[in-house]
């Protein structure tokens, strides 16, 4: 049966379909000697797609920083790790499944969870938060209803049943994202440093085990479809998305921690995309060995499955390991105790050569090394004519709105901007009881049970402002980021990117790409941030164009006694406010020049990185002094949101809601200080008796602050511009998305 | 005391309860996996929360068959404590040690957050550290948690003041607003006629600490350990 595959010519179409190009086809048959069949292509394929091979970024995220005294595994495993302390360490890493979400929501976002969890505990740790990160278009369209609740689902349906608690995340509805969702899905996993452990395959003779779920043909070619536009023929191709088995997962997740932490193993790696193919030969090519493998002794789902198909299935929830001589059977035992599948499927060999036989019968030879090197690209790249544009926009045809009160009204009722209540409601948060901080502030944190240790965590991404400028784009995602964390009291110590685009065959695509990752390289360098890891998706388009160029950035921050910890809402009637950095009047860029007048243009604003790492440091030793009561960033919606916020969401960890009375510092155009999205600003909240010393401290800093107000009230007032009942304010943030998916 | 926390395919609230009674309660507790019978001589069985067999085809209608529920019935027919937390209450109720049945939440949506619930019965080895109309912020966190009794059996569980905890508001109402799930009656939790087994869909193993926002679940374990230990 499989002697019909075997047979298929290859011809120019074949190799079409596979998505390589004809210079890469010729550059297999170098390396071969010889033409590859059928099966051989498909290993190519999927190993060279954009996906698993970043054959078009590979170049660009060479110049990120990815070193630091911190570091104990940087990009290039299954997850990034870093030493928090104690012996303890923290593994986490984000990962997009935005095709396959487009396709499929529940089962795209579900198998995204699925995926993540994966690579945290093939590293040897157990996963104890999950965040995500979702784009899709604006929410009055019935379409995004349906794709939002099923993302949502899928992710709920996932972390819950595996027992990890999603801790945080963020949500945002525009436009640029009607046609193409993203649903990025980060997890972070605790271990201990003797835990860790990697994919890799050594010693010759050792046993090569496969383990957990059965494979099907589900997902075949998922990688290479991830790596293609989405077009009307997309739909047809939903047998590449992947069904999701928390269960099995969660089964698979306590054997695998068992044979790690029991010491049985020498390499672990998960089947993710490109499945069996992609675990076999990076085992194989990071140990500097080869494998030989036999997919009769593969745990089929299906009968009359070819090589091709073992080969290139996503079947989820299955992981291949190399066990240490004289364990194999301990192993199996463990395997059968959690009711799991284990087969042992091949062996470790010398050859550096990838070997699939079939019953015996060799199908596939080829160097391990050349399907995890794929081609280097260094695209073309055109600066867009918009961008021009943008900067050339004239901020003074816009009028200023007559009531302010109501603009602020409407901006916390975006559904951008609410609170996402609906949302994390259907997400256990709490499970494993580490959470100290739920979401609804602006990092979440959770603690190292037996020790003070705790670890704050934000996930975020600013594609509109990519949009406008991507160098200052991404210097800002990675400060907002990092000022989530310092928010929180905790010190960031190291980041993971998703970096979410359209096709970088497109020469203004790839201008944005490569000014994003400049961006992010220059922020990371100056705050001392490495990257430890984390995931491009291309080809973020459709028949009408590219979504706006979006990294994400998910922030690890360590509290070193996690008592110091900080939340965003106000405490106490009578505290001191203020304003940490300058209150700015632009509204380039702003959520507000989006939602109230519908123009997504304008000047990006600017960051100034030294300005901005003093801000951390300031809030670092003024929370480890215990000196603040609150800290908040001013993000979307600017001051006046930022303010309302630190008002109510004390209600997301029943605490009262208070008002406030303040002044409006600076001068020029109102909606612009009020609305406006100028960097480097927290507003605190401090007791009275602690404000000469906070003064002093921030003084020495040199970080610009304000005494704007205090705490008090059941109404926020701003100036003479903005009075508003608290409680109003309240409902409409909280049940904006609720009234919307009702 | 001793404590047996049982683990099934696809429990995740057992290291929680392990943890919040060895090292904040400072008890004993040994793990239980599903397919041993031996309890290990426990004065306390907790059937902790998750999805065991991914709930599928109905919560806890597959765990109900484990080898261990056939000892944890035995324990409990000697009058053993036995305390079953969502997941756990779920399968309880399935193996027919408590009465009723959880359904899909009213809003078919799985539902996290802290509730409020009042202690209806002081009089039992689950609740007696409370005082009468005690009001407890404790989480839930389940999709099926709509707990549902036929009317004979409802008047049946409030003859024999078997109803423990319902939902009610901050201030100690039973209301419709403050019922998460659409329970009937806002029932959070009940006990057996022998008042020896207790479940209850609220998560007393997130809430023991005030580092969690609620130390609030302390109270159902400083009962359990005030309370004269059952069979052994």
């Not at chain 1, 590979?58 to 005294?69: E, F, H, N, S, V």
């Not at chain 1, 349906?157 to 990025?184: K, R």
């Not at chain 1, 816009?398 to 009722?413: C, H, I, K, W, Y």
Request: one cysteine or more; aromatic letters at 6%.
């Amino acid at each position: 049966m499989s002697s019909s595959i075997m047979d298929v010519e290859i011809t120019d179409k074949v190799i079409k379909e596979h998505g390589l190009k004809p210079d890469e086809y010729q550059r297999i048959c170098d390396i071969l000697g010889r033409k590859p069949n059928i099966t051989e292509l498909g290993l190519y394929s999927v190993m060279w797609s954009e996906h698993c091979g970043y054959k078009h970024s590979r170049a660009l995220l060479k110049t990120l920083p990815t070193k630091g005294d911190k570091v104990l595994q940087g990009p290039g495993e299954n997850a990034g790790i870093m030493d928090i302390g104690q012996g303890w360490a923290v593994a986490f890493k984000v990962e997009s499944h935005n095709h396959p979400s487009a396709i499929e929501p529940y089962q795209g976002a579900a198998t995204g969870v699925g995926g993540i969890l994966r690579d945290i505990f093939t590293m040897g740790a157990r996963p104890v938060a999950n965040l995500n990160s979702l784009r899709f278009g604006p929410l009055t369209d019935p379409k995004v209803k349906r794709l939002f609740s099923g993302v949502v689902h899928g992710i709920a349906d996932y972390g819950n049943c595996m027992g990890i608690p999603t801790v945080a995340g963020e949500v945002v509805f525009d436009e640029s994202y009607s046609e193409n969702c993203l649903v990025n899905a980060m997890s972070v996993g605790l271990l201990k440093h003797d835990q860790i452990i990697k994919g890799k395959a050594t010693g010759i003779g050792n046993a090569v085990i496969y383990i957990g779920a059965t494979t099907g043909r589900d997902g075949i070619h998922g990688a290479t479809f991830a790596s293609t536009e989405i077009t009307d023929e997309s739909t047809e191709k939903r047998s590449a998305v992947q069904v999701a088995d928390p269960f099995m997962e969660k089964l698979l997740m306590e054997a695998t921690l068992e044979l790690i932490h029991g010491n049985l193993l020498i390499g672990i790696q998960d089947m993710g995309a490109a499945g069996l193919t992609c675990s076999t030969c990076e085992m194989a090519s990071r140990g500097g060995a080869g494998i030989e493998i036999d997919v009769a002794k593969v745990p089929q789902r299906e009968k009359g499955m070819t090589p091709y198909e073992i080969l290139l299935s996503e079947s989820q929830e299955r992981m291949l390991l190399v066990a240490k001589p004289g364990c194999e059977q301990k192993v199996h035992d463990i395997l059968a105790k959690w009711d799991l599948h284990a087969a042992t499927i091949g062996v470790v060999t010398d050859t550096g050569r990838m070997v699939v036989k079939e019953n015996g019968k060799v199908v596939a030879d080829v160097p391990a090394d050349s399907l995890t090197e794929a081609p280097v690209y260094h695209p073309a790249k055109s600066e867009p004519a918009i961008l021009k544009k943008h900067k050339e926009f004239d901020e003074n045809t816009v009028p200023v709105p007559a009531n302010l009160s109501q603009v602020l009204e409407t901006l916390l009722a975006d559904p951008t901007i609410a609170s996402k209540r609906w949302v994390y409601r259907q997400y256990d948060h709490m499970v494993r009881s580490n959470t100290l901080i739920r979401p609804g502030s602006d990092a979440a944190v959770i603690r190292v049970k037996g020790t003070q240790l705790g670890l704050a965590m934000t996930i975020d991404g600013l594609g509109s402002y990519c949009a406008l400028d991507p160098y200052e784009g991404a210097k800002i995602v990675v400060a907002e980021a990092a000022r989530n964390i310092a928010c929180s009291g905790a010190e960031a110590i190291g980041m993971t990117d998703c970096l979410n685009f359209g096709s970088p065959e497109k020469p203004e695509v790839f201008y944005y790409l490569d000014r994003v990752v400049a961006g992010l390289g220059d922020a990371c360098r100056a705050f001392g941030i490495p990257i430890t890891g984390g995931n491009v998706s291309l080809y973020n388009e459709n028949p009408t164009g590219a979504i706006d160029p979006t990294p994400i950035i998910g922030m690890m921050g360590l509290f070193q006694n996690v008592e110091n910890r900080i939340t965003q809402w106000f405490k106490n009637d009578g505290d001191d406010i203020y304003l940490l950095g300058s209150i700015g009047q632009s509204i380039g860029g702003s959520r507000y020049l989006a939602v109230t007048h519908g123009k997504k243009t304008g000047l990006c604003p600017t960051l100034n990185l030294e300005i901005e790492l003093k801000l951390h440091q300031s809030l670092k030793v003024l929370a480890d002094q215990k000196l603040l009561q609150s800290a908040h960033d001013c993000s979307d919606g600017g001051f006046a949101a930022a303010l309302a916020e630190s008002c109510f969401t004390g209600l997301t960890h029943e605490e009262k809601s208070l008002g406030a009375v303040v002044t409006l510092p600076g001068d020029g155009r109102l909606d612009g200080r009020l609305f406006g999205e100028a960097q480097s600003r927290v507003i605190v909240s401090v007791k009275p008796s602690d404000a000469a010393e906070v003064e002093e401290r921030l003084k020495k800093s040199g970080v610009p602050f304000e005494k704007i107000g205090t705490v008090g009230g059941d109404s926020l007032v701003i100036g003479k511009e903005v009075k508003l009942a608290v409680s109003r304010l309240a409902d409409l943030f909280f049940t904006s998305i609720e009234k919307l998916m009702a | 005391m001793r404590f047996s926390v049982t683990i099934f395919p696809g429990s995740n609230c057992d290291h929680d309860c392990e943890y919040v009674l060895r090292d904040v309660e400072k008890q004993q507790v040994e793990m239980i996996w599903h397919k041993e019978t031996d309890l290990k001589k426990p004065d306390c069985v907790v059937i902790p929360g998750g999805f065991s067999y991914g709930d599928y085809l109905r919560t806890g209608a597959i765990a109900r068959f484990s080898p261990v529920m056939k000892s944890v019935a035995d324990f409990a027919a000697k009058g053993g404590l036995v305390i079953g937390i969502c997941n756990g209450f779920q399968i309880l109720c399935e193996a027919g040690l408590l009465p009723g049945a959880l359904l899909r939440n009213k809003n078919l949506k799985f539902i996290c957050q802290n509730v409020y619930l009042r202690v209806e019965e002081t009089n039992t080895p689950f609740t007696n550290f409370c005082k009468p109309h005690q009001v407890l912020k404790i989480p839930i966190a389940h999709g099926e948690g709509n707990y549902f009794i036929d009317s004979d059996g409802l008047k049946k569980i409030q003859d024999n003041r078997q109803i423990m905890l319902r939902y009610c508001d901050a201030n100690g109402k039973i209301t419709p607003e403050s019922n998460p799930n659409g329970s009937l009656e806002n029932i959070a939790g009940v006990c057996n006629l022998n008042r020896n087994v207790f479940g209850l869909m609220p998560h007393p193993d997130r809430s023991g600490e005030d580092i969690l926002g609620s130390h609030d679940g302390t109270f159902i374990w400083q009962s359990i350990l005030s309370a004269k230990v059952g069979a052994r």
